[in-house]
């Protein structure tokens, strides 16, 4: 990383092989972890996170269908566990909410991520369109939100998958 592309080439010299050989861990100082860690510092500055907790709770809110609603109380409560997490975090100092900021900030990823496709789904369902996005949305909430979601537990799981399988 330190001399750029002559770290990369094989003729320059013998380290892109002993990297590749050593390589243990990945480098946390890599683009992902330097932006989670921009996100820590800017809800400590300008409490960003409370504009964003209002908002998905706002587009939460607006969903009624049936069939989302219980993905909605999912993604509900991964708000709260982040909002919880958050609180943990604030409270633990500045090292603590580094060594944390990762995990929160890719829960508030999936979040906004079931949140967006909740919503789409729900306006395709009020238009009345052909849509298989509530099996993305059972898919995508029960890997990254559902807290102790098995997929051998669930019954439709075998359905949704071929459901999606089928529509791409």
């Known amino acids: 990383e330190v001399l750029g592309g002559n770290g990369a080439i094989e ?9 590749r050989d050593m390589v243990v ?7 992902h972890n330097v932006l989670c860690l921009q996100v820590i510092r800017d809800i400590a500055r300008y409490g960003i996170h409370e504009p964003f907790f209002a908002d998905m709770q706002s587009k939460l809110g607006a969903i ?5 609603l219980p993905y909605v109380e ?3 409560s991964a708000l709260e566990r ?5 609180q943990k975090m604030s409270s633990g100092g500045e090292s603590f909410a580094q060594a944390h900021a990762r995990r929160f900030v890719d829960l508030l990823s999936s979040i906004t991520q079931a949140t967006l496709l909740l919503t789409e789904a729900q306006w395709e369902l009020d238009q009345s369109l052909a849509t298989f996005k509530p099996y993305v949305i059972a898919y995508f909430v029960n890997k990254h939100l559902h807290t102790g ?3 051998l537990n669930d019954d439709a799981y075998l359905g949704r998958l071929e459901h999606l399988v089928t529509a791409i």
């Open 25 to 31: 861990l990945e480098s946390w100082e890599g683009t």
């Open 11 to 19: 003729s320059f010299s013998i380290l892109p092989r002993l990297y």
């Open 64 to 68: 009624s269908h049936a069939d989302l």
């Open 149 to 151: 979601y098995d997929p």
């Open 74 to 76: 999912i993604v509900q």
């Open 82 to 86: 982040a909002m919880t997490m958050l």
